[in-house]
C-alpha cells in the first residue's frame, strides 16, 4: 500500500523558515517524480515543486521561485521541501503527492498525503 | 502560465441527476487534462487522466471528455457519495496550474 507520510509543518513568523518532510512508502521511491501541491485555508490546490526520480531536475511555481528548494534522499525514500523568507501567503496546507508516471513522468498525481500544516504569522 | 477555468464554481443537484462540470483552458494543451475530487478534510483523489482515462477504482458513472481547450467531467447519476469539490488540473506544462474548484452539493 503506497504511503505518503508528510511532517515538519508548525507556525512561524514572516521571513522564518522551515523543513518540510514526506516519507514514503510502499512503492519504488527512486522510480518516480514527486510533488508539493498545497492549499491555503479555505482555498483551492496550488502545485509547488516538483522534482524528477534522480533529482537532476527541479521545478517551481513562480511564487516560491528563489524562496523554496525541493529535495529527495532515496536512500530514506524521503522527500524535502526546503522554505526560506515565508511570507503569509504561504500559510496553507503541504501535500505530498507522488506522480502518475514511471518510467517517464506525467505531471499528474494518483497517491497524496494527509496534508501538514504551515502557518506563517506574526 | 497556462490558466484553467471551470464552471460553475458551485452547483445544487439531486440524487440520481446528470451532472457536467467544464474546464476551459487558455490555451491548447492537448489531452494533458486531469480530474480530481476532494471530500472535506482529505486530500485530493484522482479520478480522470488524460482527458478521458478512469483511474482505477472510481466508478464507471464519472466520465471525462475534451481536447485542445474544452473539457467536461460527467457525473451520469450523482449519488450521495459524489458530494465533494472537483479540481480540473493541466499536465500539459509547468507550471502545473488547477482549476478554481466545483463544489457539487446534494
Known amino acids: 500500500e503506497v504511503q505518503l507520510v508528510e511532517s515538519g509543518g508548525i507556525a512561524v513568523p514572516p521571513g522564518g523558515s522551515l523543513r518540510l518532510s514526506c516519507a514514503a512508502s510502499?512503492?519504488?521511491?527512486?522510480?518516480?517524480?514527486m510533488h508539493w501541491v498545497r492549499q491555503a485555508p479555505g482555498k483551492g490546490l496550488e502545485w509547488v515543486s516538483l522534482i524528477s526520480w534522480d533529482g537532476s531536475n527541479t521545478y517551481y511555481t513562480d511564487s516560491v521561485k528563489g524562496r523554496f528548494t525541493i529535495s529527495r534522499d532515496n536512500s530514506k525514500n524521503s522527500l524535502y521541501l526546503q522554505m526560506n523568507s515565508l511570507r503569509t501567503e504561504d500559510t496553507a496546507l503541504y501535500y505530498c503527492a507522488k506522480d502518475f508516471g514511471g518510467s517517464y513522468s506525467r505531471f499528474y498525481f494518483d497517491y497524496w498525503g494527509q496534508g501538514t500544516l504551515v502557518t506563517v504569522s506574526s | 502560465d497556462i490558466q484553467m477555468t471551470q464552471s460553475p464554481s458551485s452547483l445544487s443537484a439531486s440524487v440520481g441527476d446528470r451532472v457536467t462540470i467544464t474546464c476551459r483552458a487558455s490555451?491548447?494543451?492537448?489531452?494533458?487534462l486531469n480530474w480530481y475530487q476532494q471530500k472535506p478534510g482529505k486530500a485530493p483523489n484522482l479520478l480522470i487522466y488524460a482527458a478521458s482515462s478512469l483511474q482505477s477504482g472510481v466508478p464507471s458513472r464519472l466520465s471525462g471528455s475534451g481536447s485542445g481547450t474544452d473539457f467536461t467531467l460527467t457525473i451520469s447519476s450523482l449519488q450521495p457519495e459524489d458530494f465533494a469539490t472537483y479540481y480540473c488540473q493541466q499536465s500539459y506544462g509547468t507550471p502545473l496550474t488547477f482549476g478554481g474548484g466545483t463544489k457539487v452539493e446534494i
Open positions: 510502499g512503492f519504488t521511491f527512486d522510480d518516480y517524480t
Open positions: 490555451q491548447s494543451i492537448s489531452s494533458n
